[in-house]
Structures are given as structure tokens and as C-alpha cells.
């Protein structure tokens, strides 16, 4: 049965490397049907309603979408797009499996964790507001239905994938009351679960772990700031952003992306990384039940880098995105 997906190829490197995703699962022969959206709208002014209706339409009925990067202005400007489809579909769940590829240098061998990170509330409420000139004020917005929801889903997810462990990280010993009402909903969770370890950890403690010894991390369940900038860094240790995928998760609907930005230095140049986009691609048919196919795939790009002669400059090649392109479709054929 052929699948109805959407696609978002975003904007700098996003339509490159999201075409470069398409061609090499089309080739698996997965049936896909894309049906193409752009999330920007014509006129942007922040406080604008979320002008992309089409796009969430999209999403909703289609229930899976692969997404390239989107720009989003520092400082002023108009909220994120990425935040807002992420609000807006309720997609609560961001979860990003951090793993080695054989053939890209990095710090450490061996790591193997998944991240799990709360997606609709904390700071990315973005309820901010100057009380008086010289002083702002951010909202942290922690709920218990929400916190709830991301531990039971952290539960499920390492039960389903024959993980063993769950760290809960937090800043509870300062904000007693936000953090602490999220430890109190994964404490609840966990003690359904206890054929899976739990532990807790301060956010910056687990920073510093992770550098000196990632591999005692199996799963990690994290408020969305906290698992914002834990995911970069776990995405460090195995070679960056480049390599690692992500996938935002509801109810009834998903958005599978590449973690990194538009990359504007690069842009048109031919020279972008499609393994992101494509792993986010690959976490997408699992999610649509192709896992054959899913694993095909893997196994191409795994071969790819294991030969390491059709690598991306920013892994340590000098091919361009469609030599790459055209190195794992011929690596299907073998896979
Ligand atoms: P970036 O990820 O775009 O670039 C950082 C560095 O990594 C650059 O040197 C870039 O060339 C390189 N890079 C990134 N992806 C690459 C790829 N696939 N292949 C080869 N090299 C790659 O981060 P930056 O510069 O902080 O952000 C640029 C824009 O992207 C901003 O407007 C930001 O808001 C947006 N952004 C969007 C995201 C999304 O849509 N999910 C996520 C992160 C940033």
C-alpha cells in the first residue's frame, strides 16, 4: 500500500539534502506519495497566528512528514516555525537515538543512548514579557499532564526497544517547584515499570558525565531546554549534527528531521550532508511499519561509510551531496 507523506524541504541546505532523503527512499522502493508543503508564510511579524494551515492540514491527514531545517531569526523577529508545528500538531515527544557510524571520527566508540525530550512546554512556552525597561521575565511552564505523558512515553519506549535504564534529568535542587513537579511525575511512572532501572541526575552533572563517560547513558528523559541542549552535546560525541537524526512524536501525527540548521555557509553548494535527513527518513518508515526497507537503508549508508570513498566534506570526504546520493543508491543494490 503506498504511504501519503509530507514533505517540508525547508530552506538553506533543506531542499538539497531533502531531495537527496527522497531519491534514496524512493530507490528502496518504499511507495511514497510526497506531498510537498512550505511552512513559511508570505508575510512574517511576530505575534502573527500560525499561518500555516496548509502545512499542519498536511501533516494531520497524512500523519508522517520528513522535514529539512528552517530558519529562525535570533533574537526579535517571528517565533519559530519549528517550535510552532511542533506546538501546534502536539507533538510531544523529540526523540533523538545518539549512536557511532562506523567511519566518522569522533571523540568515543561504543555510545549508544537515546534521548528523550519533552516538547511543547518549559521555556519554549515563549511566554516573555518586560515587566519594566531592563528587566524580562520567561515563563517556565511545567504541568503535570505533560510530564506525565513524556515519562510514560520514555517508559514505553525503553521497555518496547529492550533498553535497560532511564535517567531523569532535572535542576530540582534550584527550581524545586517546576523540576520538581517533573521528577515527581517520572517517579510516579517509573515505579510501574521496575523491570527498568531509574535513575536521577542533575542537568549539570549529566553534562559533564557524558563527556567523561557516555556509555553509562541508556535512555534520558529531559524537559525541553534541558534535552535541547543535552541532545547537541550528545550529538558531539559521536561526530555532530550531521550524523545523528530526530523525530517529534504525538499521538496522531510525527515530523522527522535532521537536528541541524540551514546551513547558510553552504547553501547551493552542492556540498551539503544528506545522513541526517536520511536517518530521520529511515526513523520515519519504522514508524510507518517499513521496517525491511528502514533496515535496507542502514545498512547502504552503513556500507557507505565503511568504505569511506563517497564521504561529505564535513565527515572528512570530498564527494558532493549527489556523489553521496548516488553512493547509497548503488549500495541499496547490495544491502
Ligand atoms: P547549522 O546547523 O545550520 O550550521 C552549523 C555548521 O554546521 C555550519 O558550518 C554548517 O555548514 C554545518 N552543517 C550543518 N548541517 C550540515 C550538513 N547537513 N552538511 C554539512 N554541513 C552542515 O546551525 P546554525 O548556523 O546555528 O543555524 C542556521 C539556521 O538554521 C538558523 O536560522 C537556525 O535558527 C536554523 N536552525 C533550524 C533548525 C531546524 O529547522 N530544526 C535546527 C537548528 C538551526
Not at 12 to 22: L, M
Not at 293 to 319: C, N, P, S
Request: hydrophobic fraction near 45%; charge should be negative.
Amino acid at each position: 500500500m503506498a504511504h501519503r507523506v509530507t514533505l517540508i524541504p525547508g530552506e538553506g541546505i533543506g531542499p538539497e539534502v531533502s531531495q537527496a532523503a527522497r531519491r534514496i527512499i524512493d530507490a528502496a522502493g518504499v511507495s511514497i506519495e510526497w506531498e510537498e508543503v512550505s511552512p513559511r508564510p508570505a508575510e512574517e511579524r511576530p505575534g502573527a497566528e500560525l499561518p500555516y494551515a496548509a502545512v499542519l492540514e498536511s501533516v494531520r491527514r497524512n500523519r508522517a512528514a520528513l522535514k529539512g531545517p528552517m530558519a529562525t531569526a535570533i533574537a526579535g523577529g517571528a517565533p519559530s516555525i519549528n517550535v510552532g508545528l511542533r506546538q501546534a500538531l502536539e507533538l510531544y515527544a523529540n526523540l533523538r537515538p545518539v549512536k557511532n557510524l562506523e567511519g566518522v571520527k569522533s571523540r568515543f566508540d561504543g555510545v549508544d543512548l537515546v534521548i528523550v525530550r519533552e516538547n511543547t512546554e518549559d521555556l519554549y512556552a515563549g511566554l516573555e514579557h518586560t515587566v519594566v525597561p531592563g528587566v524580562v521575565e520567561s515563563l517556565k511552564i511545567i504541568t503535570e499532564k505533560a510530564s506525565t505523558r513524556i515519562a510514560r512515553f520514555a517508559f514505553e519506549y525503553t521497555r518496547r526497544h529492550g533498553r535497560k535504564k532511564i535517567h531523569a534529568i532535572h535542576k530540582a535542587n534550584i527550581m524545586k517547584l517546576s523540576d520538581g513537579l517533573f521528577l515527581t511525575c517520572a517517579r510516579r511512572v517509573a515505579a510501574d515499570y521496575p523491570d527498568i532501572e531509574y535513575k536521577e541526575l542533575i542537568v549539570d552533572n549529566t553534562c559533564m558525565q557524558l563527556v567523561l563517560n557516555p556509555h553509562q547513558f541508556d535512555v534520558m528523559l529531559l524537559p525541553n531546554l534541558y534535552g535541547d541542549v543535552v541532545s547537541d552535546l550528545a550529538a558531539g560525541l559521536v561526530g555532530g549534527l550531521g550524523v545523528v537524526p530526530s523525530g517529534n512524536l504525538g499521538e496522531k501525527a510525527a515530523i522527522f528531521e535532521a537536528v541541524h540548521g540551514t546551513a547558510p555557509d553552504i547553501t547551493g553548494k552542492g556540498i551539503a550532508n544528506p545522513t541526517a535527513i536520511l536517518m530521520s527518513g529511515i526513523m520515519m518508515l519504522d514508524y510507518l511499519g517499513e521496517t525491511a526497507a528502514a533496515q535496507r537503508i542502514e545498512r547502504a549508508l552503513h556500507a557507505v561509510y565503511r568504505e569511506g570513498e563517497h564521504l561529505t566534506r564535513d565527515v572528512g570526504g570530498h564527494a558532493t551531496t549527489e556523489e553521496f546520493t548516488a553512493a547509497v543508491i548503488s549500495a541499496l543494490g547490495r544491502a
